[in-house]
């Protein structure tokens, strides 16, 4: 019986349930995960060192308020990518080549000077930050359209376990940040990971265009056709289509070339706002748009909290004289507890993802982070230290990695391409940092970390009672979203 079920495990975790063509192009999407989420988690530790080093705690606040600002150029490069590529290989490598330019000259730098410069240290904070929510949202979102339902509960498990294996090779690499040459090493890993990443992706869409179609490949000529087509099959452009199919380069056209020229910026222009409007119109996306990054609100409070007693604990100075070798232990400490949230991640979705997912259905996953989140806010209110912050953060990080991030997955693959695309960019990049803001706000008017209320300058009451009152409204939205869901799937209907 033990090795029956273990042979289950095991074939579940190699994706036997699929065609070989489909096992394959999934394998190379879990690579390209894998170094997603290793580059993030090993080189945001050593971001975080260098900005607390260059700029100081006490920015910290001030920078994350700004993101927002820098996302929505970002935003709007990335959508209008989108619109005029028409195409996930190549849209995966256009991004990723632009980042691998800004790493590898913030690692020039790093080469020429011992430390950083402020203004090369804000580069990278912006960088690291924005990258780490592009890169899933950009891969998750080629993912969700080539699969169907039935697909992505097969697969998406197994692909979050890989990359969490990912995310514990880049944190294990952290933690030994003197043997690959320091920060700077990590900076030209980072830049050549990202090159590799792109053709990882452009692999397993070339796979994926050549498998058969879902309906095809599980035998069955029934179903849903909008399951079976995803953007990798010629499709043409929204502003092709209108012109009756024809190109905007094809030589009867040239003459009117100004003129289709204007209609296509014009239409590349909608389209990089078309997210804001699929999310204001459907109910159901603006769900998605709340429970994506619900969890940051409380969880930047956290981690702003934990790295002020980080930093407290290994500062750059002790009256006015420099410690060598602090910066590296704060970015070995920051990777150690990485490693933490990557095993902890890991395990759960092997053993406990798809299990809850069939038990209760996203439902059930979607409340189980509201609830962890509001007891460890709860707890560092009671109880506020160095340890108590640094292990509730370890348990609100696991659930998010291996329950919430996966089941907010789940709810785009019965959507439409467009909603996958457009409003899933605007939902998890601006959404995540709109929050992230909120909480931003808090930190730098309420627990800012100043000398005049040191050595304490956390707010156990008004954080306690405003966590309580952010964490209701999420749940019963969660909840909603469930519900829908679970209709949609028993239906077989789509949002569009």
């Not at 971001?47 to 927002?68: C, M, R």
């Not at 030209?188 to 990443?197: G, K, R």
Request: with cysteine; net charge positive.
């Amino acid at each position: 019986m033990a090795c029956q079920s273990l042979q289950v495990f095991v074939d579940r975790q190699m994706l036997r349930e699929l065609p070989g063509a489909w096992r394959v192009a999934y394998l190379f999407f879990a690579f390209a995960y894998m170094l997603i989420l290793g580059t993030g988690l090993m080189i945001n530790p050593a971001t975080i060192s260098i900005f607390l080093d260059s700029v100081g705690v006490k920015e910290q606040p001030v920078a994350q308020t700004y993101l927002p600002l820098v996302l929505l150029p970002v935003l709007f490069i990335y959508n209008f990518f989108w619109a005029a590529l028409q195409s996930p290989q190549r849209l995966v490598l256009v991004v990723c080549s632009v980042y691998a330019v800004i790493y590898s000259i913030i690692a020039i730098e790093s080469f020429q000077h011992q430390h950083i410069s402020a203004r090369w240290a804000w580069v990278l904070f912006y960088a690291t930050n924005t990258k780490s929510v592009l890169f899933p949202v950009m891969l998750w979102s080629v993912m969700n359209d080539l699969s169907s339902t039935q697909y992505s509960k097969i697969a998406y498990p197994a692909l979050v376990s890989a990359g969490q294996l990912g995310g514990l090779a880049g944190s294990l690499l952290a933690t030994a940040v003197k043997d690959v040459g320091g920060s700077s090493g990590l900076l030209i890993m980072q830049a050549a990971a990202l090159l590799i990443i792109a053709g990882m992706v452009w692999i397993a869409c070339m796979l994926a265009a050549r498998a058969p179609a879902h309906d095809e490949a599980l035998g069955n000529g029934s179903g849903d056709a909008r399951e079976a087509l995803t953007s990798l099959q010629p499709v043409e452009g929204q502003a092709v289509r209108q012109e009756g199919g024809s190109s905007f380069s094809a030589p009867e056209r040239q003459q009117n070339g100004c003129l289709l020229g204007l209609r296509a910026v014009a239409q590349k222009l909608w389209e990089t706002v078309e997210g804001i409007a699929l999310i204001l119109s459907r109910p159901y996306v603006a769900g998605i748009f709340w429970v994506a990054c619900a969890h940051l609100v409380p969880r930047v409070l956290l981690d702003y909290q934990g790295t002020a007693l980080i930093n407290e604990r290994w500062p750059k100075k002790i009256h006015g004289v420099e410690i060598p070798g602090n910066t590296d232990k704060r970015t070995s400490f920051f990777a150690w507890c990485n490693v933490a949230n990557t095993v902890g991640a890991m395990l759960l979705s092997l053993c406990g993802l798809r299990g809850l997912v069939e038990c209760g259905g996203l439902l059930l996953t979607l409340l189980v982070l509201p609830t962890a989140m509001l007891m460890s806010v709860l707890l560092v209110c009671f109880h506020h230290d160095f340890w108590t912050v640094q292990a509730v953060l370890v348990v609100v990080n696991v659930v998010q990695y291996a329950l919430n991030g996966p089941s907010r997955e789940m709810l785009y693959v019965r959507t439409s391409k467009d909603i996958k695309y457009k409003a899933k960019s605007w939902s998890d990049m601006y959404g995540n940092f709109l929050q992230k803001t909120i909480a931003a706000q808090i930190n730098l008017h309420v627990n800012l970390e100043e000398d005049s209320c040191q050595p304490n300058c956390f707010k156990p009451f008004f954080t306690g009672v405003f966590t309580t009152a952010w964490v209701a409204v999420w749940a019963l939205i969660a909840g909603g979203l469930g519900v829908k869901h679970a209709r949609l799937v028993k239906k077989n209907e789509f949002v569009s």
